[in-house]
């Protein structure tokens, strides 16, 4: 581990050789200070210049004593010279020698370039070293240019995530400890910490964590729990009662980890409701608030309006009205339905954070609902969306996209990230979606896991492997396909258009055209003959439906039957 | 009103900038909880609008928060996760591990979710200080 104190000075050496390099290497830094013990024995008189290779030690016996040794020695090794102890006088001699070399010298860290830098020291040997010393001193008190420094030493160090591994924590580093507190207070805590700790109230802790996702507790970073104690003394909101206990080491890391997943949610996603009427609903998020945790969705609405202008004359009245049966189903919403109720009443407003205007329906007692396009916009708490795993059925999309012919569009959005994939089998004939063989077909020759083993059509000679979500499944016109995942499972009938992901197929059962997800397919030779007869009834036979009215099957599928009933008006002559 | 070191200054409004230009001792400690709370982009200071507007951010004066009130707007935000009150940085493990070890006392935040606009992006580098975007996992 690199000691504290050399990475102190090392990180203000290097503001001289800003935008360079930074040492990282510990050995780098240990072969730093043997050219810095070389210097020294220079200066006090033995010009013993150079030794090859990194971290040699300087070279004694039979060179010592020679003033000057011929330039090709610098690349012969002589014998390994034990090092003696004087690490503490190399930390002040570490900002000379580097000092001057980074006048001359453009790269800091390449071997070759070390050898002709101990060539410089050897000829600047006669500075003053005291003079040295002060300058640089001076450089460093100057208290802007100290942080700036410092800042930007801790950013360039460690930006990678190699070097994150250096920061471990240690045993000599503090403790974390948990602390128990009333729920909702956690960030009030951790700021009326800091103002006593500001107030010099001669706190021993370090910090204080309060994580958002962590309810009830607080992290406090001290030696030892007497310190803790102390500092949380006589704070309100703090259960005493409750024994701070200390974090284990490999768990310390874990607690400042924050989980990305609340972060992801952006406008344009698709969620779907927890709870309420439209627990279910697809919805798309339109606006986002961190702050409130909030999020403003768009959904298709579930009005009742009956329901509520009954509502705001109940309440008129101060009676309760009952709660409705049934969830209304969805339907777009029309200012020009509104206009039947007296008691409700439409409003244009002004949405600030979405920049657009929008229709308000409003009543009294009512909760704010706001639409646009027939949509219902609705902020609700993150809390009460679901945005894993959400797989929006074609219909549900088609529902949303209904004002806009731009289905196909979000579809090829989707297809590739949240919608299931179905299983590839060998044989299926594929095409690469994304990446940079993109468009490129080919069969399928196994599936490990998600990854699938492709044999490309063209010239290609290997077996290429993508990801089972940067490949679709292709299909081409006339080919038979049957479904098999999706509303419509079970399905068969051949492939008419292929547009994107979105296969329209012309059913065998009922000579119509289904949209089908490409990846819901798979190519089959089976046929769904239409059904002749199901449950006692033949096709073509005459019926009388359960309102009394008429009527002929003409389709039988496997769910049900399919009855005409206008039939009656053209037939009830034949009849 | 100066101070903010043993006993002075008003509760919480603390800015304890030296005379001698030695380096400050802490930033300015949020006087609220609420929605006012906002994080320095580069350094993730957390601090109220109204504590940057009148005195900048203590770590990133570049920026020039307390001269033209829109960099307030542009380099902060109110979307960060995670409160950290680093009372004693040179010591602090956690404020070594969030890079935040070399900045001075005060409250500050896990993670912000924006980076810093392009044009602050080149003030940083203009002034020869790092700036490193948040991660995106």
């Known amino acids: 581990m690199v000691r504290r104190d050399s990475e102190n000075v090392y ?45 040699e030690d300087e070279t004694e016996g039979s060179d010592r004593g020679r003033r000057r040794k011929p330039p090709v020695m610098k690349f012969i090794d002589f014998e390994a010279e034990v090092d003696d102890d004087e690490e503490e006088e190399d930390e002040g001699e570490d900002d000379d020698f580097i000092d001057e070399g980074a006048d001359q010298l453009v790269m800091v860290n390449e071997p070759e370039q070390r050898m002709g830098r101990v060539d410089i020291i050897a000829e600047e040997c006669e500075d003053d070293i005291n003079e040295m010393e002060r300058r640089v001193m001076e450089r460093y008190t100057r208290p802007s240019r100290i942080i700036m420094e ?50 010099g109230e001669g706190l021993c802790i370090s910090s204080v964590i309060a994580l958002d996702h962590l309810k009830n507790y607080i992290y406090v970073e001290a030696e030892t729990i007497a310190n803790v104690k102390e500092a949380l003394d006589g704070l309100r909101n703090v259960y005493s009662s409750f024994v701070p206990q200390v974090v284990p080491i490999e768990e310390m890391t874990a607690v400042l980890s924050v989980e990305n997943k609340t972060m992801d949610i952006t406008k344009g996603a698709w969620v779907r409701m927890k709870r309420g009427d439209y627990k279910g609903d697809l919805a798309q998020v339109v606006d986002v608030d961190d702050v409130k945790r909030e999020v403003t969705v768009k959904l298709i ?97 088609e529902m949303f996209n209904g004002r806009r012919r731009d289905v196909c569009g979000d579809i090829a959005n989707l297809s590739t990230t949240s919608r299931k994939k179905g299983h590839f089998m060998k044989g299926d004939a594929v095409i690469v979606v994304r990446g940079d063989l993109k468009n490129l077909e080919g069969w399928v020759h196994n599936v490990e896991g998600s990854t699938v083993h492709v044999r490309p ?46 296969l329209t197929v012309l059913s065998d059962t009922n000579s119509e055209h289904i949209h089908v997800f490409a990846d819901y397919a798979v190519k089959s030779t089976e046929f769904t003959k239409p059904l002749a007869q199901m449950g006692g009834y033949e096709l073509y036979d005459l019926v009388q439906l359960i309102d009394k009215s008429f009527g002929v099957i003409i389709r039988m599928e496997v769910e049900g039957l399919e009855a005409r009933e206008d039939l009656k008006f053209l037939s009830l002559a034949r009849i | 009103m100066k101070g903010g070191r043993r006993g002075g200054g008003e509760y919480g409004r603390s800015n304890g900038r030296d ?26 200071l957390v601090k109220t609008y109204d504590q940057f507007r009148e005195s900048g951010c203590e770590n990133c004066p570049f920026l020039e928060m307390d001269k033209e009130h829109d960099n307030v707007a542009n380099c902060t ?55 490193v975007p948040p991660k995106r996992t």
């Open chain 1, 11 to 55: 990180d203000g050496v290097e503001e001289e050789v800003q935008g360079r390099r930074v040492i990282h290497d510990v050995e780098e830094k240990e072969a730093e200070e043997e050219y810095v013990r070389q210097r020294k024995r220079q200066r006090a008189g033995k010009r013993t210049v150079g030794v090859g290779g990194n971290g």
């Open chain 1, 150 to 199: 410092r800042q930007e030493m801790d950013h360039a160090g460690d930006a990678n995530e190699v070097e994150q591994q250096a920061l471990l924590p240690t045993l000599s580093d503090p403790k974390l400890w948990l602390v128990k507190c009333a729920i909702g207070h956690e960030r009030e805590i951790a700021i009326r910490l800091m103002q006593r700790s500001v107030h």
């Open chain 1, 301 to 397: 609405p579930r009005l009742d309006l009956q329901h509520l202008a009954e509502k705001s004359a109940v309440k008129a009245r101060n009676e309760q009205l009952k709660k409705r049966a049934v969830v209304p189903p969805p339907r777009f919403f029309k200012k020009e339905e509104v206009r039947k109720y007296k008691n409700l009443r439409v409003c244009k407003k002004w949405n600030r954070n979405l920049g657009e205007g929008f229709v308000q329906l409003e009543g009294p007692s009512l909760p704010q609902l706001v639409f646009k396009d027939g949509f219902l916009y609705k902020t609700v708490s993150m809390k009460s969306i679901n945005t894993n795993y959400i797989q929006p059925s074609f219909a549900e999309l």
């Open chain 1, 457 to 502: 059509k063209t010239r290609l000679p290997e077996i290429l492997s993508f990801n089972e979500k940067e490949l679709c499944k292709f299909f081409k016109p006339g080919e038979q396909i049957k479904v098999v995942s999706g509303v419509l499972e079970g399905a068969s009938g051949t492939v008419v258009k292929v547009n994107g992901h979105v």
């Open chain 2, 19 to 44: 005379d001698e230009g030695m380096m400050a001792q802490f930033s300015q400690i949020p006087t609220s909880f609420g929605h006012e709370l906002r994080a320095c982009l580069r350094c993730r």
């Open chain 2, 77 to 131: 935000t109110p979307n960060f996760t995670g409160i950290i009150s680093v009372t004693d940085p040179n010591k602090s493990w956690a404020a070594r591990w969030l890079r935040i070890g070399r900045f001075i006392p005060g409250c500050y935040t896990l993670t912000v979710s924006e980076e810093l606009p392009e044009e602050y992006q080149t003030v940083c580098a203009d002034n020869n200080v790092q700036y």
